[in-house]
């Protein structure tokens, strides 16, 4: 049978580097939910049309429109033996569907593998990005600092944070992800999917917490 992974985690969290390092190691497709809208967007399929649509009124697109692109996704020959999504389901309405559609693929949601870092790392983690003015190139006051503060290293243009790396933008983000996803932590800790992992930890520490929790389900 197919095994179906959701990787859950705020913004900081480090899940979208873990989601491609597990993906490789599991040798299971990696679905983005952003990628799918993108993706069909950008070839203008008949999903990707109705979707834009929507996001071109600034209106949230309908959970059966997202399903469908879901759907078509995981019916590609790659996903035969799962997937690991990410961004999908946001609410428990959407994990409902999705249970109800990986039936049609004689699978369901093996697991839910949650990122847990507290607040103050995560508003630590993103308010300290610096880009330059010139080419983009990206700092982090703390992770990969510039050689003289305020200076890029490379061509030497002025450093400067862009208003969704500030503290206010930053910590509002974190707080909307965690009042709109506690519904969703919920709906699959009831489920007996829910597995929390410590994101407070190194790259290669919660990857591998992660694969030994998805090793044992």
């Known amino acids: 049978m197919p095994k179906y992974y959701v990787l859950l985690g705020s913004p900081g969290a480090g899940k979208g580097t873990q989601a491609q390092l597990i993906s490789k190691k599991l040798g299971l497709p990696h679905i983005s939910s952003g990628d799918i809208f993108r993706e069909n967007i950008k070839n203008q399929t008949e999903l990707g049309i109705k979707a834009k649509n929507y996001i071109d009124r600034g209106e949230l697109v309908p959970d059966d429109i997202t399903i469908s692109m879901i759907r078509?996704?995981?019916?590609h020959p790659d996903c035969s033996a799962g997937?690991?999504?990410d961004g999908f389901p946001r609410t428990p309405a959407q994990a409902e569907a999705l249970d109800?559609?990986?039936k049609e693929f004689n699978g369901k949601v093996d697991l839910v593998p949650y990122i847990e870092v507290p607040e103050e790392v995560l508003i630590s983690r993103?308010?300290?990005r610096w880009t330059c003015r010139a080419e983009g190139h990206v700092f982090h006051e703390k992770f990969n600092?510039?050689?003289v503060a305020g200076i890029c290293d490379y061509d030497g243009s002025e450093l400067y944070q862009r208003e969704d790396d500030k503290v206010e933008t930053v910590t509002n983000r974190i707080q909307v992800y965690t009042s709109q996803t506690m519904p969703l932590i919920n709906y699959y800790q009831n489920?007996?999917?829910l597995?929390?992992?410590d994101g407070t930890k190194s790259i290669e520490e919660v990857m591998v917490d992660l694969l030994v929790a998805l090793s044992k389900e």
């Open 191 to 193: 489920n007996n999917v």
């Open 145 to 147: 600092p510039p050689k």
């Open 83 to 85: 997937a690991l999504l």
């Open 126 to 128: 993103l308010t300290g």
């Open 100 to 102: 109800e559609m990986l």
């Open 72 to 75: 078509d996704r995981i019916s």
């Open 195 to 197: 597995v929390r992992v």
